[in-house]
């Protein structure tokens, strides 16, 4: 489907399709997380805040499921603690650094208007 054809409520629209991947609430959140690199599981629930432990499971199911991020292989410790290590994939960070960054600062420009 062309851009001039996509009319916002179709559901094969790409406004949709974008949408979707902010979708939920943590998403965009935990994305936004993995911008700094690298991250085990257990400091993201730290950078976060305010994240439950099976929410962040669930968010990170999911950006993995469509792409957007990879466990790091081979990096959880032998003792099992401390969790895995999450990485934006190049989708996920060309999605991160760039459309999804621009939404942030468009939100921190205009955040007085949308209160």
Known sequence: MTEENCQTFV???HVRAAAELINHAWDPVVLSALR?????RNDLLVRIGGISDKVLTQSLRRLQARALLTRVPG????SGRGGAVYQLSPL???FANGPLAYLAQWAADHQAELT
């Not at 700094?36 to 085990?40: A, F, I, M, N, S």
Request: proline share 20%; charged share 25%.
């Open 36 to 40: 700094l690199g690298p991250t085990r």
């Open 92 to 94: 996920g960070e060309s």
């Open 75 to 78: 990096a959880e410790p032998p």
């Open 11 to 13: 559901s094969d629209c």
